[in-house]
């Protein structure tokens, strides 16, 4: 039955069919009703696992890790699938079968994130569920704006993305030989601003105080800036500093290992992923002036920025 106020795209992921055949069911209800929807399609390509297999299938493989199984490795391959599909229920299947049924689950290949095994999950949700509430009630009382701040490094050697070809021609592109490097801080609000430097070194007490002094310049009013447990942002001489700002400054860190809990991580993402790796840095000097004009254009788009929290794992902290 075609339940009104629902869309083709929605009744299509729902059924796991394509829109296409939505449009004919709705065309046939409308012309006749339930019983011009009651007929038998050609059975095609007989099916390897029932419904019920494909159900559990889904509960085997999302959500869990191949080593649970004895499987040796970490990530899911079309063979691990299959040998789980033939240890589950003694099915034969070919690799390209395994295709099939793994579309048909909604799923398909993708890079995944690696989650630092140290992370505390009891940590992770005191942070969600209670420090982080709390953190933001006390900002609200006090007039402080929340952001969240972390560093990155990108090399000259760095690269992402792909080209298109003619099939069997790998496609050449001219590049440095050079592997140069620079440097960058930044910090993000709920709001979308985005502040930031480029700078040349390593990241230590004295370079993340001087990124504090141009934050306090350029943001008025107080700042609550939730960082991570980097030896520069809880050394005795950041201490101090921020001590000094008479409570302009309040620092708040992570729990460890826990960068999906920093929306500033999708900043890093997007300047190196989207941007910079795809633009080939000719020089240490290119390199700065695309990380910089990367991050301008962050800046100047706070939508893109407000985008980042609405990751699933930054449901936590809410709407600004």
Same mark, same amino acid.
């Given at each position: 039955?075609?339940?009104?106020?629902?869309?083709?795209?929605?009744?299509?992921?729902?059924?796991?069919?394509?829109?296409?055949?939505?449009?004919? /069911?709705?065309?046939?209800?409308?012309?006749?009703?339930?019983?011009?929807?009651?007929?038998?399609?050609?059975?095609?390509?007989?099916?390897? %696992?029932?419904?019920?297999?494909?159900?559990? =299938?889904?509960?085997? #493989?999302?959500?869990?890790?191949?080593?649970?199984?004895?499987?040796?490795?970490?990530?899911?391959? $079309?063979?691990?699938?299959?040998?789980?599909?033939?240890?589950?229920?003694?099915?034969?299947? @070919?690799?390209?079968?395994?295709?099939?049924?793994?579309?048909?689950?909604?799923?398909?290949?993708?890079?995944?994130?690696?989650?630092?095994?140290?992370?505390?999950?009891?940590?992770?949700?005191? /942070?969600?569920?209670?420090?982080?509430?709390?953190?933001?009630?006390?900002?609200?009382?006090?007039?402080?704006?929340?952001?969240?701040?972390?560093?990155?490094?990108? +090399?000259?050697?760095?690269?992402?993305?792909?080209?298109?070809?003619?099939?069997?021609?790998?496609?050449?592109?001219?590049?440095?030989?050079? $592997?140069?490097?620079?440097?960058?801080?930044?910090?993000?609000?709920?709001?979308?601003?985005?502040?930031? $430097?480029?700078?040349?070194?390593?990241?230590? @007490?004295?370079?993340?105080?001087?990124?504090?002094?141009?934050?306090?310049?350029?943001?008025?009013?107080? #700042?609550?800036?939730?960082?991570?447990?980097? @030896?520069?942002?809880?050394?005795?001489?950041?201490?101090?500093?921020?001590?000094?700002?008479?409570?302009?400054?309040?620092?708040?860190? %992570?729990?460890?290992?826990?960068?999906?809990?920093?929306?500033?991580?999708?900043?890093?993402?997007?300047?190196?992923?989207?941007?910079?790796?795809?633009?080939?840095?000719?020089?240490?000097?290119? =390199?700065?002036?695309?990380?910089?004009?990367?991050?301008? +254009?962050?800046?100047?788009?706070?939508?893109?920025?407000?985008?980042?929290?609405?990751? $699933?794992? %930054?449901?936590?902290?809410?709407?600004?």
């Amino acid at each position: 039955m075609m339940e009104q106020g629902k869309s083709p795209d929605l009744i299509a992921e729902i059924l796991g069919v394509g829109r296409s055949t939505v449009f004919e /069911w709705q065309a046939k209800y409308r012309s006749g009703g339930l019983a011009a929807l009651n007929t038998k399609c050609s059975s095609g390509r007989p099916r390897k %696992l029932s419904d019920q297999q494909m159900v559990q =299938l889904f509960s085997l #493989i999302v959500g869990k890790d191949p080593r649970q199984y004895g499987l040796g490795f970490a990530l899911w391959t $079309r063979e691990m699938v299959a040998e789980i599909i033939h240890r589950q229920f003694g099915v034969q299947v @070919s690799l390209p079968t395994v295709s099939r049924i793994l579309k048909r689950l909604g799923m398909s290949p993708q890079r995944p994130v690696y989650r630092a095994y140290q992370a505390d999950p009891e940590q992770v949700k005191a /942070w969600q569920e209670h420090v982080y509430p709390a953190l933001r009630a006390e900002a609200a009382k006090e007039g402080a704006k929340i952001f969240f701040g972390d560093e990155a490094g990108v +090399r000259t050697n760095y690269h992402s993305g792909t080209t298109w070809a003619p099939v069997g021609q790998t496609p050449v592109v001219t590049a440095t030989g050079e $592997r140069k490097s620079v440097n960058m801080v930044s910090a993000v609000s709920p709001l979308g601003e985005l502040h930031f $430097r480029v700078f040349e070194g390593g990241m230590n @007490s004295e370079t993340f105080i001087e990124y504090l002094r141009a934050l306090l310049d350029d943001i008025p009013g107080k #700042i609550f800036l939730v960082v991570d447990g980097a @030896s520069a942002h809880k050394s005795r001489a950041t201490k101090a500093f921020v001590a000094s700002t008479e409570g302009r400054l309040t620092l708040f860190l %992570l729990p460890p290992y826990s960068p999906q809990l920093n929306p500033d991580e999708w900043v890093w993402s997007n300047v190196k992923n989207s941007r910079i790796g795809r633009s080939v840095a000719m020089s240490k000097g290119h =390199l700065r002036q695309l990380a910089e004009a990367a991050l301008q +254009r962050l800046k100047d788009r706070p939508d893109i920025v407000r985008g980042f929290f609405g990751d $699933r794992h %930054l449901a936590y902290i809410g709407a600004a």
